[in-house]
């Protein structure tokens, strides 16, 4: 199966670099690492990503659905394409029938440059909605709603918080733009910076459907002992939406989970039956059998409080649960 991914990455000698360039689009073939000489023009990229994006429902009524995947800091061109084929196969297997998106921002596979990552992060966000969101979601037509979705892991928070930020203070011709479904996973966005009366954060909600959070209290990644965080504030991965956070943005507890996930071989062969990649406490999430399910519900729009992969504590707040 080929795969679609926009990528904002300079090229050199004929090969994707870690520094800002225009939007590609890719159509990279099965088993193939991302290439620019893997890049077609925008016009048949869309065309295709949208084709691939519609199913039929139950009752024969046709729908899209567009799920962009954003990658976190210190990602090689392998590793973008093995995280993206794994949840990409995983939610197939969930029954997932719209199209998923890679969109490949200049990270380095330096674990040092965390610092500059994040600016080339900011550096490129706009492009994700000027290049692709305005054109997918703005493509509906009267019989077939296409849902453009966003799953942002570790930095790819932040890259989609800037974006949507970024994108209001430009002024886009399309400002009726939007998108359904966002999901946060370890994400490396400070937790205040998520408030209702926060001003960054107001563009996200106002353009979503719902915004979702999976947060791991053992995040080692997102550890503020971290040196490479120094006097940076705790994150939405590691503690957290916060309290004020508007109704439309739900907090889901994966900390117990992952505990037992860890110490747990048995339940780890049943639920990460590929092993993990990565850090293991940042980057469970890919390839993880309820993680997948939980998103699966979220993607589809069943109500926040009956998908059975979750459980509503004493506190009456979302943990994720093994079933």
Known sequence: MDDYVMSVRAVRGGQFVADVGPSRFL????????????????????????????????????????????????????????????????????????V?????????????????????????????VSDGITYLSGRQTPTCAINV?????????????EAFDDADDTGLPNGGWGVSQIIFAAGDVSSESMSADDGGADSIYRHCTRLTNYFNSHDEALDLSNVKRLGIAPRVGRIGLPDDAPQKA??????????????????????????????????????????????????????????????????????????
């Open 250 to 323: 739900v907090n889901i507890n994966c900390s117990g989970y992952y505990e037992k996930l860890n110490s747990d071989s048995a339940m780890a062969a049943a639920d990460q039956p590929r092993g993990f990649v990565g850090l293991k406490s940042h980057s469970w999430y890919f390839g993880n059998r309820i993680f997948t399910k939980d998103i699966f519900s979220t993607l589809i729009g069943k109500d926040r409080t009956v998908i059975p992969t979750r459980e509503i504590g004493p506190d009456g707040k979302m943990n994720l649960q093994h079933i």
């Open 27 to 98: 159509l990279v073939p099965a088993g193939q690492n991302l290439s620019p000489a893997n890049a077609i023009s925008a016009s048949v990229w869309y065309k295709a990503v949208r084709q691939a994006s519609v199913w039929n429902n139950e009752s024969g009524e046709e729908r899209g659905d567009i799920l962009f995947i954003l990658h976190g800091f210190n990602m090689s061109d392998s590793d973008v394409m093995d995280r993206h084929r794994r949840l990409r196969d995983d939610l197939v297997a969930e029954g997932f029938k719209g």
């Open 100 to 128: 998923v998106v890679s969109f490949d921002w200049p990270s380095d596979d330096k674990a040092l440059a965390y610092l500059p990552d994040r600016h080339r992060a900011k550096e490129t966000a706009l492009q994700l």
């Open 149 to 161: 979705h966003l799953l942002g892991h570790s930095t790819g928070a932040y890259v989609i918080r």
